[in-house]
């Protein structure tokens, strides 16, 4: 049976070899907005991978659509960089296409030299807190005529195809939404005025480009907001744009500003397939499927069950840019998924630093970092098998050194496997599997229930060891510690334990949040479930909503400093934060803890100090590196590293790249 994954599609004429489309990504990789060498072989990459269309983008279009960290399409000048990377592309197995984008009040006047953004009305972004211009009928014709102008650059720099980016809250989206569109001219008003922005922009990056150039539009399928466009006038919208000659549409969801999250772990694998699906029937045109499609198997389900004829794997191509091909050839095993953590992609952004992943180091850094084996070939012993043993281990092999990893466990995987508990984490979980069976893709043998010491070293003469002997949860000076009810968060993410009805979580950091929703899930409906419930009208929606975030336990998060989820990177932070009040968790911050008691825990806020019962109380106050083997190691003269929680807590995000950096020096 024929895979509909790797069945070809036409977009116009334009034939692409496979149904994997990479959307635009902001990389934060230009310089002045000029394309780097750091981003032709990024992208390079992803083609080598056998995506069967990459795009890239966003790019600009005129000086107020973007910043120095966007593509620049707005001036000629910049032809000869486009041309670069779009011939890195194409040379590499890929069709190419740039999208083009406006942010509109989504800009920030700092990234603008000091001048104002420009939106259809002057109404403030939560995002910026800035009002925007509203702009005029002859800047709004000026800024359609500049899309045209900048997609003829596009098709000049030898391009496949082009996008246009008409959602996500930018600025034909703040045309199209009565959020933002408060105009009373031709551009304002109804919903056929306010659809007149973006139609006039298809028409004339059609009439610039020509018939024979493939036109592509990424629109919302619903905004998410309140009171915004939800699916049947974004269907509507579709249609119009088909009718236009877009030939393509890519389907995404929601505004930066939706309070739905759209992008996280949260989020379930091929979630709002839905939306595309409604669009590619009002529409007529191929469509394409977005977010949250990290595995072979979801994005042939879409298509394959007629939702989507084309599938967006953005993310997914980060984390592993052979995707495709490894699962062209059946090795689906060896995919390295996206685990949605954002961490290095998303987070990084708001730092203002290019795009990493969690899951390849490599990831923006793929000349740096090219595999090649070292000089001399070594015996590495790798000791610990987290992430950061594991990344370490891959790394070192990666240079075709002889590599054995010890693991005083039965699983590998270390905090992976805890954070993976936590409902909504589960791809955690993921991870720890795909760097095992990279392990075993290289041939890695891995000794299991292994106690090292002196004599193994000895015995074993490694040329080198890196460490990776993690980290332990710190047990903290409180009276009434010793109480038989008090227990480690790792052993509730672990099911070692088990909890009472009344639970108090001391620590609101990660491990405690994730801690915290892990106890306030249980006894709420699964989703089977929930689907047989709601299919037969066996509840009241409103009685379904709260069996799904009321379950047994009433649940008690505290916290001394005046935030929770301090070492959560912004991008999952306020999901988790907004979770924990979706779920009836009581939070409390700024709240010292004074006594362990035998029914509960004395904590003092303020002035005020009071008494909160407690059946069991779960302590999440951090951890401390484990690292009991490096005297050992140094006394036998052997060279050693030692990386990841071993030598300072850290995220994930620093345990793999330490590790994996670790093992390439070697």
């Not at 020509?210 to 998410?224: A, L, S, Y």
């Amino acid at each position: 049976m024929n895979d509909p994954l790797f069945e070809p599609i036409t977009l116009d004429d334009l034939e692409l070899k496979n149904r994997i489309y990479m959307p635009a990504m902001h990389l934060n990789m230009t310089m002045d907005f000029t394309v780097t060498e750091r981003m032709v072989e990024f992208y390079a990459e992803r083609a080598r991978g056998g995506a069967g269309m990459i795009c890239a983008g966003f790019a600009t279009v005129d000086e107020y659509s973007g910043g120095i960290s966007n593509i620049g399409a707005h001036d000629d000048s910049f032809v000869e960089g486009l041309a670069a990377l779009a011939a890195a592309i194409r040379a590499n197995g890929a069709r190419a296409a740039l999208q083009l984008n406006h942010a509109g009040r989504y800009n920030h006047s700092f990234m603008l030299g000091g001048k104002e953004p420009r939106a259809p009305s002057p109404i403030a972004s939560r995002l910026t807190r800035e009002t925007p211009h509203e702009m005029t009928v002859e800047e709004v014709r000026e800024t359609i005529a500049a899309f045209g102008k900048a997609a003829k650059r596009v098709q000049r720099a030898a391009f496949d195809a082009v996008e246009i980016l008409s959602g996500t809250g930018y600025l034909i989206s703040e045309f199209l939404s009565p959020l933002t569109n408060q105009r009373t001219d031709e551009y304002g008003g109804s919903f056929e005025k306010r659809m007149r922005f973006g139609l006039e922009v298809a028409e004339e990056v059609r009439r610039a480009t020509g018939n024979d150039f493939p036109v592509i539009f990424r629109i919302n399928g619903n905004e998410f907001m309140p009171g915004g466009l939800r699916r049947a006038q974004l269907q509507d919208y579709a249609a119009r744009l088909a009718g236009k000659g877009v030939c393509a549409l890519c389907v995404n969801v929601g505004w930066h500003e939706a309070r739905v999250p759209q992008i996280v772990a949260e989020v379930p694998r091929g979630a709002f397939a839905y939306l595309a699906r409604g669009i590619k029937h009002a529409a007529g045109v191929p469509v394409i499927a977005s977010h949250r499609i990290n595995d072979p198997s979801i994005a042939r389900e879409l298509i394959g069950d007629g939702s989507c004829d084309m599938v967006a794997i953005g993310r997914g191509l980060i984390a592993d840019p052979y995707f495709p091909e490894k699962a062209k050839q059946s090795r689906e095993r060896e995919i390295v998924h996206c685990v949605g953590c954002a961490q290095g992609c998303f987070d990084h952004l708001f730092e203002l630093k290019a795009v990493e992943c969690l899951c390849n180091p490599r990831a923006g850094h793929e000349t740096e970092l090219r595999i090649e084996p070292a000089a001399t070939r070594k015996k590495v012993l790798v000791i610990g098998g987290g992430p950061a043993g594991m990344s370490a281990a891959i790394g070192a092999s990666e240079r075709a050194h002889d590599v054995t990893l010890y693991e005083r466990g039965d699983v590998l995987g270390g905090q992976l496997r805890l954070a993976g508990a936590a409902p909504g984490r589960e791809e955690f979980a993921q991870l720890a599997a795909d760097l095992e069976h990279q392990l075993e893709a290289r041939g890695v043998p891995v000794e299991r229930g292994a106690t090292v010491d002196g004599d193994l070293l000895a015995a074993e003469k490694p040329d080198a060891v890196i460490l990776a002997t993690g980290a332990r949860p710190i047990r903290p000076e409180i009276p009434g510690v010793e109480h038989e009810h008090v227990v480690q968060a790792w052993d509730v993410l672990a099911d070692r334990v088990r909890t009472g009805r009344r639970v108090v979580v001391v620590g609101g950091g990660a491990v405690g949040v994730e801690t915290a929703l892990l106890l306030a899930g249980k006894g709420t409906v699964p989703p089977a479930v929930l689907k047989f419930l709601l299919v037969h009208n066996a509840e009241k929606l409103e009685d379904l909503h709260e069996l799904c975030t009321r379950g047994s336990k009433e649940v008690t998060l505290v916290e001394m400093l005046d935030k929770l989820g301090l070492d959560i990177g912004k991008t999952t932070r306020w999901v988790l934060l907004q979770d924990l009040e979706l779920n009836g968790v009581r939070s409390r911050v700024a709240t010292e803890v004074m006594e362990i008691t035998e029914s509960g825990i004395k904590v003092k806020s303020g002035d005020a100090v009071e008494e909160i019962p407690a059946d069991t109380v779960v302590l999440a106050v951090g951890a401390a590196p484990d690292n009991p083997l490096q005297a050992v190691v140094e006394e036998q003269g052997i060279p050693c590293q030692v990386v990841g929680d071993a030598r300072a807590v850290a995220k994930a995000f620093d345990a793999v790249h330490a590790g994996y950096r670790a093992g390439r020096a070697i």
